[in-house]
């Protein structure tokens, strides 16, 4: 099945939550990696605001791969709602692994998910129908919501949790490059 996730990108007219949430926190620092940025809206509201920001999307914003970053001097990773979209958890679990390779022990990782409650509330109302551990919308992309200690589990593979928070319909989370 051909799943559409370029589709499940919004155009925002303000920052999105979890990037206004860490932003308030004072946990973004000046230069940035969004890693899945989707349409690139939350990257252009921080640029505008005085941050240095590499946004990339294998979509919409594709000329900024990780493999053409230098990350030694990233200090802070957006990756808002990527997990949500993704078909297949082992490609999950490799995304963070592929992060948590990039970054410096300095580096903050701010990652949300869609909460799982919005998801099956949406899958419910909307009619859309189950596949894998989430659902198929009616625009063909991939909808797959997290409870806080799932993702949470999900990170600590590869991430220290420095913060956790539910917000309105998901959860964001800081994280920190694990020391082994």
Known sequence: ???NRHNTAI????LSAPTKWAWKHNQIRSKIYDW?????????????????????DPYHCPENSPEMVDF?????????????????????????????????DKTKVI?????RNEIENNAEKKGWK??????????NTFQKGYYQFEIEA???????????????????????????
């Open 111 to 115: 990652l949300s998910v869609r909460g």
């Open 36 to 56: 899945g940025c989707g349409r690139g809206d939350d990257a252009e509201f921080l640029k505008n605001d005085g941050f240095s920001v590499i946004a990339y």
């Open 72 to 104: 030694g001097q990233i200090q802070t990773v957006m990756n808002n709602y990527v997990l949500n979209v993704i078909e297949h958890k082992a490609t999950r679990t490799i995304l963070l692994k592929k992060i948590a390779d990039k970054i410096s």
């Open 11 to 14: 155009k925002r007219s303000k």
């Open 1 to 3: 099945m051909k799943i």
């Open 154 to 180: 999900l990170c600590q593979r590869f991430f220290d949790v420095y913060m956790s928070e539910t917000l309105s319909g998901g959860t964001v989370l800081v994280l920190t490059k694990k020391v082994l």
């Open 130 to 139: 189950a596949y894998k551990d989430g659902f198929i919308t009616s625009s």
